[in-house]
């Protein structure tokens, strides 16, 4: 199995970048600049960025891209594609250079989701600065956060996960929408970190490509002021402040520029893997999150 580090970051599309520069400045507290190429870098640590926003007609959710931890690491990943015969395609030299890896491997999920593997980032070793004063966000070994994706093809996209990028469960969630429905199912994979998760699946389509991306600060009072900088902005609420069940976190949901949501939180559990053991578990959360806010249901923005 490929051995995954971390989420280090991911690609979002929009056809206003001002907008998002602003949401990132304004609203999430991020630096900004230019990316190589074209494009907006968003800086939340020390690395240039851990979010690419690119031009295009649609808002929506582009590629996920999962840290490898040498050039072995990722030859070795590239060897293991090939002996399953999956499909995947070599990042040329201007790609490497936008998303500033040494190397590049993208490859489709089962549900059409795409996955940048990457190792060697770069980093200009500049500090980041928070133009609204947000002090840290928890990122390091444990990546830039976690997303969740959609997975209609939910078994074959499980198992793609699981048994060749090798992400490992957490845990999981049955929705069901009505209490006559079928299940739905969700679930929340870890990678080679502490963090609770880094992925999760749901069996639904969504039209911008992710039910949402997670940031994670270090106190409850920046995620109080986050609130504040949302309302003051007019940004469009997607679920109120509460506390997960399972991984612990105490976030509200907003929505991006590129049409899904950025869960902005606190608290979240991290696990050692050899002592956790995964679980279902029934209630999206302990308190909070009304998601009737954003009109959506709970199950989908978990």
Same mark, same amino acid.
């Given at each position: 199995?490929?051995?995954?580090?971390?989420? %280090?970051?991911?690609?979002?599309?929009?056809?206003?970048?001002?907008?998002?520069?602003?949401?990132?400045?304004?609203?999430?507290?991020?630096?900004?600049s230019?990316?190589p190429?074209? %494009?907006?870098?968003?800086?939340?640590?020390?690395?240039?960025?851990?979010?690419?926003?690119?031009?295009?007609?649609?808002?929506?959710?582009?590629a996920?891209?999962?840290?490898?931890?040498?050039?072995?690491?990722?030859?070795?990943?590239?060897?293991?594609?090939?002996e399953?015969?999956?499909?995947?395609?070599?990042?040329?030299?201007?790609? /490497?250079?936008?998303?500033?890896?040494?190397?590049?491997?993208?490859?489709?999920?089962?549900?059409?989701?795409? &996955?940048?593997?990457?190792?060697? &980032?770069? +980093?200009?070793?500049?500090?980041?600065?928070?133009?609204q004063?947000?002090?840290?966000?928890?990122?390091?070994?444990?990546?830039?956060?976690?997303?969740?994706?959609?997975?209609?093809?939910?078994?074959?996209?499980?198992?793609?996960?699981?048994?060749?990028?090798?992400?490992?469960? +957490?845990?999981?969630?049955?929705?069901?929408?009505?209490?006559?429905?079928?299940?739905?199912?969700?679930?929340?994979?870890? /990678?080679?970190?502490?963090?609770?998760?880094?992925?999760?699946?749901?069996?639904?389509?969504?039209?911008?490509?992710?039910? &949402?991306?997670?940031?994670?600060?270090? +106190?409850?009072?920046?995620?109080?002021?986050?609130?504040d900088?949302?309302?003051?902005?007019?940004?469009?609420?997607?679920?109120?402040?509460?506390?997960?069940?399972?991984?612990?976190?105490?976030?509200?949901?907003?929505?991006?520029?590129?049409?899904?949501?950025?869960?902005f %939180?606190?608290?979240?559990?991290?696990?050692?893997?050899?002592?956790?053991?995964?679980?279902?578990?029934?209630?999206?959360?302990?308190?909070?999150?009304?998601?009737?806010?954003?009109?959506?249901? %709970?199950?989908?923005?978990?």
């Amino acid at each position: 199995m490929i051995d995954i580090r971390a989420l %280090g970051y991911y690609v979002a599309q929009t056809d206003n970048l001002k907008e998002w520069q602003d949401y990132a400045e304004q609203v999430l507290g991020m630096m900004t600049s230019p990316a190589p190429g074209g %494009g907006l870098y968003i800086k939340m640590d020390e690395r240039p960025f851990r979010m690419l926003i690119v031009e295009g007609a649609e808002k929506r959710y582009l590629a996920s891209g999962w840290e490898l931890a040498s050039q072995e690491s990722f030859a070795a990943a590239t060897a293991e594609l090939d002996e399953r015969n999956i499909a995947w395609e070599a990042g040329d030299a201007e790609l /490497c250079d936008q998303r500033g890896v040494q190397q590049l491997a993208l490859v489709r999920d089962p549900s059409g989701n795409m &996955h940048e593997l990457f190792w060697g &980032h770069r +980093s200009d070793c500049q500090p980041f600065i928070s133009p609204q004063g947000v002090p840290k966000f928890m990122t390091g070994d444990m990546g830039l956060g976690h997303t969740v994706i959609p997975a209609p093809n939910f078994d074959e996209t499980y198992a793609f996960l699981k048994d060749v990028l090798g992400f490992g469960l +957490s845990d999981l969630f049955n929705f069901k929408p009505a209490p006559d429905a079928d299940p739905v199912r969700i679930y929340f994979l870890h /990678c080679n970190n502490p963090r609770h998760h880094s992925l999760a699946i749901c069996e639904f389509p969504v039209p911008s490509g992710c039910v &949402h991306a997670m940031v994670e600060v270090d +106190s409850m009072s920046e995620v109080g002021r986050a609130l504040d900088r949302h309302q003051e902005h007019e940004v469009q609420l997607s679920a109120t402040l509460g506390q997960h069940l399972n991984d612990q976190m105490i976030s509200f949901y907003m929505k991006t520029p590129s049409g899904f949501d950025m869960e902005f %939180g606190y608290g979240g559990l991290q696990l050692d893997w050899e002592e956790h053991s995964a679980f279902e578990f029934n209630r999206v959360s302990l308190w909070g999150h009304d998601f009737s806010v954003g009109q959506n249901t %709970g199950a989908e923005n978990e």
